[in-house]
């Protein structure tokens, strides 16, 4: 069964401080996005990462993924408070040939305290 | 990035009443998706269209979920009857047909099923 799962669930951290989230998945894709949503809201798309070694950095976020290792990660460098919200990994595995199925991580909440 | 407009927002229904819900897009977007999304979880893809047609329908629950898409562009999800753990958000999500296919996620509607 495929399983995509994120590390921390929680993570609360200060304003100012750098910290990593995992997201580790355990069949064979190149390609991953990462999504955040606010409470109440919907997903927006931050990243997609289309192969081996790929490295995507917007603002205080940065995301990369090693396709052999089936791990990605969302690199937060001093973070402020506006990075709270709850951040998902998602897993594009090829369904009949067609790409573009999403299988979405546990997600990770995250709390910037100031 | 494209615009979702997804109706109701919100509904209160008691077991056993059934529900829909409705997914318009912009045109041009000829895949589609619906997600359930449990609160606390990650969103889990119920069905692909490829304009008019099912591409992957294979975890909608068939004996109480149905879903179509009008003339490959508005989608309507239904529910009946509806169960307790049906209380969700459900997302619609066309595929964006930039330089890299991207999901992106409608308001969705939140269902409690009482």
């Known amino acids: 069964e495929l399983k995509v799962e994120q590390n921390p669930l929680f993570l609360s951290m200060q304003e100012g401080k750098n910290y990593t989230i995992y997201c580790n998945y355990s069949?064979?894709?190149?390609?991953l996005y990462w999504y955040r949503q606010d409470p109440g809201k919907s997903l927006e798309s931050l990243f997609v990462?289309?192969?081996?070694?790929a490295v995507k950095q917007e603002g205080r976020l940065m995301a990369s993924l090693d396709t052999k290792a089936r791990l990605s990660t969302l690199h937060i460098t001093a973070a402020v408070h506006d990075l709270s919200a709850t951040y998902f990994c998602?897993?594009?595995?090829?369904?009949?040939?067609?790409?573009?199925?999403?299988?979405f991580g546990t997600g990770t909440l995250l709390a910037v305290q100031p | 990035e494209a615009g979702v407009a997804q109706s109701p927002r919100y509904k209160i229904i008691e077991k056993r009443q059934s529900v829909a819900f409705w997914c318009n897009p912009i045109?041009?977007?000829?895949?589609l998706y619906w997600y359930q999304q449990i609160l606390g979880q990650g969103p889990k893809l119920l069905i692909q269209?490829?304009?008019?047609?099912?591409?992957?329908d294979s975890q909608l629950p068939k004996d109480r979920f149905s879903a179509e898409r009008l003339k490959g562009v508005d989608s309507t999800l239904k529910i009946q009857p509806a169960k307790l753990e049906d209380s969700a958000v459900y997302l619609c999500a066309p595929l964006g047909t930039g330089y890299v296919e991207t999901q992106y996620f409608g308001p969705g509607t939140r269902l409690l099923v009482l």
């Open positions: 069949t064979t894709s190149d390609r």
């Open positions: 998602a897993v594009d595995i090829r369904f009949r040939g067609a790409t573009n199925k999403l299988i």
């Open positions: 990462l289309l192969s081996n070694g």
């Open positions: 045109s041009g977007h000829a895949t």
């Open positions: 269209f490829q304009n008019n047609g099912v591409v992957d």
